[in-house]
């Protein structure tokens, strides 16, 4: 009887140790889980920093990118310079004769990319430095003298001319010049001379910017 107790408090305790020992193991296991659960996630967040500093670096360059494209197209836009304008703004009729030297101011602007030329006082005036081509139409329908010449700065650099025609005057004249920015460029009637004007033929004032400096 009591090899018997002794044979089942053998087997109690064997039971007893067996369930204290594994929930150890379970445990053991667990933490070493969790250890390597910490190390990926230590992993994803050193991923996640290099992906938002990428990020930041890309989004820095497409910005400097955006700038330069910008600057280059306002510089683009810049260079962009022509006009073309007839004397009157509408109608037909004579300017002149005068008995001073008359600026002619062409009213009825065909183009003014740039808006260099000022129909207001039918000066153009140079917004950068380059060279510019200009020319420029004189009509008149007989009678007194016509006679035009275009100017840089105050100085006449070619004209056109018809003596006291029977019927039709015409002439027509163009220069390229090289302009420093704000040089002012137009044509003037000469004194006791006239133009006339109509849209079969345009009395006219025609330039653009062939190429910067």
């Known amino acids: 009887m009591a090899g018997l107790l002794l ?19 379970d445990i053991i296991a667990e933490l070493q889980k969790l250890k390597h659960m910490d190390e990926r996630i230590q992993k994803l967040e050193e991923t996640l920093t290099k992906v938002l ?15 330069k494209l910008e600057t280059v197209q306002k510089e683009t836009e810049a260079k962009k310079v ?39 006082t039918g000066i153009f005036t140079a917004p950068i430095k ?33 003596w006291k025609p029977v019927s039709n005057g015409n002439g027509s004249n163009g220069v390229v010049l090289t302009l420093e920015m704000g040089d002012q460029i137009y044509t003037q009637l000469w004194k006791n001379t006239w133009v006339y004007d109509d849209p079969a033929s345009y009395t006219s004032f025609s330039g653009f910017l062939i190429f910067p400096l």
């Not at 044979?7 to 193991?25: H, N, Y």
């Not at 500093?53 to 700038?67: C, M």
Request: glycine share 10%; proline share 3%; with cysteine.
């Open 7 to 25: 044979v089942l408090l053998l087997c109690a305790g064997s039971s007893i140790a067996q369930d204290l020992l594994t929930p150890s193991m």
């Open 130 to 162: 380059g060279a510019y081509y200009f020319r420029f139409y004189a009509h008149s329908h007989g009678g007194p003298t016509m006679a035009v010449s275009l100017l840089k700065n105050g100085e006449t650099q070619c004209s056109v001319h018809a």
């Open 53 to 67: 500093s990428e990020n930041e670096a890309l989004k820095t360059s497409v910005q400097d990118s955006q700038y």
């Open 82 to 120: 022509a006009f073309s304008a007839g004397l009157l703004a509408s109608g037909t009729g004579h300017t002149g004769p005068t008995d001073h030297l008359k600026i002619l101011e062409y009213k009825k602007v065909f183009s003014n990319v740039g808006s260099a030329y000022d129909s207001n």
